[in-house]
């Protein structure tokens, strides 16, 4: 997978060298009509936000391999039964809202092997609007432990974000915790559990990709 010791994830890097490009110039320019020094000024808090952006933490994942570990960082906006239809049954779902100002780097929330991949056109509709779950754009992956126990992740394109990355792909084996993807730019994560999981999160919760406990699977 990507990004596994970089501080700031790969693809920031074009948007990052674009923004401090257009700074230098600004600033370059600047000396010599002064005028232009507030826009210089303005593309520098740009290029930090840019770079805050694109950040990659390093997280210490619970040792326990039953919990389900969030996905994502941000808070969440939804708990309930829904039913999930590459599976084709009712699970427990979680969705957790990532505003731009959460780190976007999306991790594995079981070790196991990704039985399917999914990738659906649609809207951007703001993702707290439950009918973003049905109506944008998203890609997902459908998981099975060692156990048998299956869970589908889903990326979900907001109002802002226009672009998900997923490196994962159908037949990898993935380990709770690393990292596997990343929408631009603020976005939600749906993740569907078996019913019997015992839950440790509700609504309003703040997550931590890579760290949180969403539940623990029997």
Do not use: W
Request: glycine letters at 8%; proline letters at 5%.
């Amino acid at each position: 997978m990507r990004n596994t010791n970089t501080p700031i994830a790969v693809e920031g890097y074009p948007f990052v060298a674009g923004a401090v490009v257009i700074t230098a110039a600004l600033s370059l320019i600047s000396c010599k009509v002064p005028v232009v020094s507030p826009l210089a000024i303005l593309f520098g808090l740009l290029t930090l936000f840019v770079v805050f952006f694109f950040r990659n933490p390093g997280r210490v994942t619970p040792a326990d391999e039953k919990t389900v570990i969030a996905p994502a960082d941000g808070v969440v906006i939804y708990q309930g039964i829904a039913r999930e239809d590459h599976l084709g049954e009712e699970m427990t779902k979680i969705s957790i809202f990532m505003s731009v100002f959460n780190v976007h780097i999306n991790r594995v929330p079981i070790t196991g092997t990704v039985l399917d991949t999914f990738y659906t056109k649609g809207k951007f509709l703001d993702v707290r609007d439950e009918r973003a779950t049905f109506e944008n754009e998203q890609a997902g992956l459908v998981i099975e432990t060692a156990e048998g126990k299956k869970m589908v992740v889903v990326q979900v394109a907001g109002l802002i974000a226009r672009r998900i990355v997923c490196y994962a792909k159908k037949g990898d084996q993935l380990v709770r915790g690393r990292r596997y993807g990343l929408i631009r730019f603020g976005s939600r994560l749906d993740v569907y559990l078996p019913r019997d999981t015992a839950l440790n999160v509700k609504i309003g919760d703040k997550t931590v990709a890579g760290e949180t406990v969403l539940g623990t699977l029997p």
